[in-house]
């Protein structure tokens, strides 16, 4: 499993802290960001739906090491939210959420309302075909259109040199990589590794719902893979036998209830039969009401 990644605290701390400045406004946002284009500085964005935790101040931290500028938003955005998933509920502890990015050192965070990016007779959408249609995408229809709308939105508002997203959400980071792609947005896209909680349990704005004898039967998603990650390393080469590794572990877990295990490939998320090539090993699985979802990214020596 990867482990925490750590700063570049050397360059990190050669730079001035600022007070972190809000804005909800596109039109102070965009000139923001422009005058410190003037000035030439780099700027990184890490885009968020709020409940700030571990992971996202990772990506914080490494978007600090990257550039003389951050900017962060928090949107909780509710395009990428199913008739019947937890937009209502989705936990929103803003002033918390400010102390920690202000903490991290963001320059700039940006709140957009959901009348900012969806205006009246707004009817624009984003596909992205194929990567989008498996596994979440095939769990939960229309979510990741959800997703690259509002990230494309985002995109043309910040204008940044760097997107920072993370491993955990590895999925959506290849999504929209190729969105960018496909679309020629001049921005590079990286990939801060999956941030997990001392048992393992990767970190996640949704592990605010779970108890303590639920977070208890969680930690499955990622000993699962632990053990996926072992078969790997001792040659298996089966991915019907590294799925069959992951769910025999699940049993140990009687709460924790399996929506998919798939082995696909990295790149073009389609299922392999054998690994040939780097992978993804996914798994998602609900623990009372909430769904959770881990994931290991490995390629042959």
Known sequence: MTARPAPDAGREASWPRH??????????????????????????FVPTMGAIHEGHLGLVRRARASAERVVASIFVNPLQFGPQEDYKRYPRPR???????????????????????????????????????VLEGGSRPGHFE???????????????????MGQKD????????????????????????????????ACSSRNLYLD????????????GLASALRAL?????????????????WREYPDLVPDYVS???????????????????AVAARVGKTRLIDNLEWGPP
């Open 19 to 44: 007070r972190m400045r809000r804005e909800r406004e596109i039109a102070i946002v965009r000139r923001v960001v422009g005058g410190w284009k003037r000035l030439g500085h780099r700027v990184a």
């Open 263 to 281: 082995v696909v490939d990295a790149h073009t998320f389609q299922p392999v039969r054998r690994v040939q090539s780097r992978v993804l090993v």
């Open 212 to 223: 303590l004898a639920q977070r208890a039967q969680a930690v499955g998603l990622s000993r």
């Open 233 to 249: 390393r001792d040659g298996e080469r089966s991915a019907a036998r590294i799925i069959g590794v992951v769910r025999r572990v």
């Open 146 to 164: 959800g997703v690259a709308t509002v990230v494309l939105k985002l995109l043309h508002v910040v204008e940044p040199h760097l997107l920072w």
């Open 95 to 133: 002033a918390r959420d400010h102390a920690l990015l202000a903490g991290a050192g963001v320059d700039l965070l940006w709140e957009p309302r959901a009348q900012d990016l969806y205006p009246p007779g707004e009817c624009t959408r984003v596909r992205v075909t194929g990567l989008g249609d």
């Open 170 to 201: 590895a999925q959506q980071a290849r999504l929209v990589e190729q969105m960018c792609r496909d679309l020629h947005l001049p921005v590079t896209v990286r990939r801060g590794a999956t941030v997990r909680e001392p048992g393992g349990l």
